[in-house]
């Protein structure tokens, strides 16, 4: 990204942080709502949870086709465009999937909205990098980073609240007047920085060093780090359910897990900073194992006591990712840089449901689910041979 780097507490850097930072809790809500979805199309078409973990496959695909050219395209319609057109893209992919109310006409609602949802990301963090430029972009991105679980806490527990009074398709049209409503505001409100033009002299070495066999294994433990996440979600509605849980029930454990990971990304932002990465991605994913496992056998009652404390972990590790990402790229390879960290992720979701879903029919839910917690061990050696490309 090749853009001016206002100071840190100036007008135009807040209002930055502030506008991807709303648009990050819409589109992480309108992704994280598939979550409380799920189980009313199982008893609605009788789905496996193969099935199921393709549709949220397909989904996850056209999220990653959209990332890179979203970037791209930013570049030469500016953010503004492309964060709007996303957003109404997304819109409507919940319209078509809550109005015809078919199996085919989901699947085509789900690829719709996965495609807007791509064009998000990578501007979004592209901006905030560059508007906090240097040692306090860490703590800019994990501050939005913790705009998006607020999104994720609030929308999958309100849709299954509305789902359950009116019917899952009217609540996804509900929901698609809401992107509506997002796209108008992102539109109006964000700033207009160009993002096609030359760096100036003061914006040099406001990014890190180019070290491209860091960012490959950055990459690497961010898609360890996905599996658990994606895994853990597809599973965690059925988990509940089989505890005895309702729909509500399941819509406020969703919120309870969102809740502590946007705890999560905002207080590892801070540790990551503070204790290093490795230090701080060694506790997450350990403790991440430890709770994951510790559900199981829990009754629901506990379970949701737990549900907050796994979200803290489960989501805290990616603040300390993605704010690492600008110590291993120079500036003007920023937005493709996150492009390619975040469509690596969404590949992940794409491939790791239906892998664990497809387990999850043979094993049941929870061996399914002790395979997904012990995934998450994958990221410790990984994150130890990262010390070495570290800033003291």
């Known amino acids: 990204m090749t853009l001016a780097a206002p100071a840190p507490s100036s007008p135009q850097a807040r209002r930055t942080l502030a506008v991807c930072g709303g648009a990050h809790a819409l589109h992480d809500g309108f992704t994280d709502i ?47 465009r492309v964060l709007a057109g996303g957003t109404l893209l997304a819109a ?70 509305l789902a359950a009074a009116v019917g899952w398709q009217t609540g996804l049209v509900a929901v698609a007047i809401l992107g509506v409503l997002g796209a108008g505001a992102i539109l109006a409100l964000v700033p207009a920085t160009p993002l096609d033009r030359p760096l100036e002299r003061d914006e040099v070495g406001a990014g890190g060093s180019d070290k491209p066999w860091a960012f490959r294994l950055l990459v690497a433990i961010h898609v360890a780090d996905d599996l658990v996440r994606s895994g853990f979600l597809i599973f965690l509605p059925f988990l509940l359910r089989d505890k005895g849980a309702d729909l509500p029930t399941i819509g406020l454990g969703l919120s309870l897990v969102f809740a502590g990971g946007a705890a999560g990304k905002l207080a590892c932002g801070w540790l990551g900073a503070r204790f290093g990465v490795v230090r701080t991605v060694i506790l997450t994913e350990t403790a991440t194992t430890l709770l994951i496992l510790a559900l199981l056998p829990s009754s629901l009652p506990l379970s949701l006591v737990l549900l907050p404390a796994v979200g803290l972990m489960l989501n805290g590790t990616s603040s300390v990712l993605y704010g690492t990402v600008p110590e291993f790229v120079t500036a003007e390879r920023r937005t493709k840089a996150f492009a390619i960290f975040y469509t690596s992720g969404s590949l992940t979701g794409m491939v790791g449901p239906l892998l664990f879903g497809t387990l999850g029919d043979f094993t049941g839910v929870a061996t399914a689910v002790s395979v997904v917690a012990a995934v998450a061990l994958l990221t410790v050696p990984l994150v130890l041979f990262l010390r070495p490309a570290l800033r003291p």
């Not at 409380?36 to 397909?58: D, H, N, T, V």
């Not at 992919?93 to 064009?119: D, Y």
């Not at 560059?130 to 679980?149: E, K, Q």
């Open 92 to 161: 409507l992919g919940f319209a078509i999937a809550g109005l015809t109310g078919s199996l085919v006409g989901v699947a085509i609602g789900l690829a719709v909205a996965g495609l807007g949802g791509a064009c998000q990301h990578a501007v979004s963090s592209s901006l905030v990098a560059a508007a906090y430029a240097g040692p306090r972009s860490r703590t800019a991105l994990g501050t939005y980073n913790f705009s998006g679980d607020l999104g994720k806490a609030v929308l999958p527990a309100s849709f299954a609240l």
């Open 34 to 80: 598939l979550n409380a979805l799920w189980p009313l199309l199982q008893a609605q078409f009788g789905l496996a949870y193969a099935a199921i973990g393709a549709l949220r496959g397909l989904y996850s695909a056209f999220f990653a086709l959209g990332q890179i050219p979203a970037g791209s395209l930013a570049t030469r319609i500016g953010a503004a």
